[in-house]
């Protein structure tokens, strides 16, 4: 497992397991356009902080490579992503230093929620994640379906069941488990992080990768001829957690928080800027 943090204002830093290779700014390191402003909110109470930055910072779990999560911004400006820009205007509110901790991959994120290691992780809330982590309310839905290899002649999902079918999934995420009941010919190939997935499509080691749209879209653009297939095998509900057992008075300010976010369509803003594709926000 690969850990960084990334302080405000800190250096630049090359994020090459992103996007193969694409080169990002660090979060903090902002010389673009400034920060969307937020609606007002009623400030956090004493003990709110405690429970949602007990370090004195807000310790936000990212990984590179996905929409949802985080993404290298244009030249000479900060990253984009879902989860790196509702952590960032979640830290402002709260008046604390932001604090992105970027991992390999979101198996890594969510072991390190599971150890209290961060304070914030957006992802997809699975009953087997409950058990660990406190999340709200869903916060926007996300198709499932495959990226597929150059040159492949599938054409549609019942296709993918077939026993010389490599299928790379994320190591440690939910997909593989979800692929081994609905597609139980296919042979599952564990990719350590997007970077390897996008690698081995390229190459011909796998056939396709499975994930949710969102991340689909984003690797597609970085191998050529590859093409995500239409439909959908699953659907992914993504929401803010915070590590089990934290006071349950930070988690009602999140909620609020999200809630707040979508009303405003500040939301729907930072969507379009991550060109996060295949998301549906959740009527609330």
Same mark, same amino acid.
């Given at each position: ?36 402003? *937020? ?18 910072? /807000? ?10 999560? /985080? ?7 900060? &990253? ?19 604090? &992105? ?45 495959? *990226? ?25 995420? #939910? ?25 081995? /499509? ?11 749209? #969102?991340? *689909? ?8 001829? #590859? ?58």
């Amino acid at each position: 497992m690969t850990k960084t943090t990334y302080r405000a204002l800190g250096a630049i830093a090359v994020l090459s397991a992103a996007l193969l290779g694409t080169a990002c700014q660090a979060p903090g390191a902002h010389s673009g356009a400034a920060a969307a402003p *937020l609606a007002v909110a009623a400030p956090a109470s004493a003990a709110q902080l405690q429970a949602l930055a007990p370090t004195g910072a /807000l310790r936000v779990g990212l990984y590179p490579g996905s929409p949802t999560s /985080l993404l290298p911004g244009a030249a000479g400006q900060a &990253p984009r992503g879902l989860g790196y820009a509702l952590g960032e205007a979640l830290a402002r509110q709260l008046g604390v230093p932001f604090q &992105p901790v970027v991992f390999d991959k979101n198996a890594d994120v969510l072991a390190a929620a599971k150890r209290g290691e961060v304070d914030l992780v957006f992802t997809n809330a699975t009953a087997e994640r409950k058990a660990y982590v406190d999340f709200t309310g869903t916060v926007l839905n996300i198709e499932k379906s495959v *990226l597929l290899a150059p040159g492949s002649r599938i054409e549609a999902l019942d296709q993918l069941n077939q026993p010389a079918l490599r299928i790379g999934v994320s190591a440690g995420s #939910s997909t593989g488990q979800e692929l081994q009941q609905i597609y139980p010919r296919a042979q599952l190939r564990d990719m350590p992080s997007l970077q390897h997935a996008g690698q081995a /499509l390229a190459k011909g080691d796998i056939d396709a990768f499975a994930t949710n749209k #969102s991340i *689909l879209f984003a690797l597609q653009e970085q191998v050529a001829g #590859s093409r995500v297939l239409p439909g959908a095998w699953g659907m992914e509900s993504f929401a803010l957690g915070m590590p089990k057992g934290r006071p349950v008075q930070g988690l009602t300010y999140v909620e609020r928080f999200a809630a707040q976010q979508q009303a405003d369509a500040q939301l729907q803003r930072w969507i379009e800027q991550a060109a996060l594709r295949g998301a549906v926000l959740p009527k609330r």
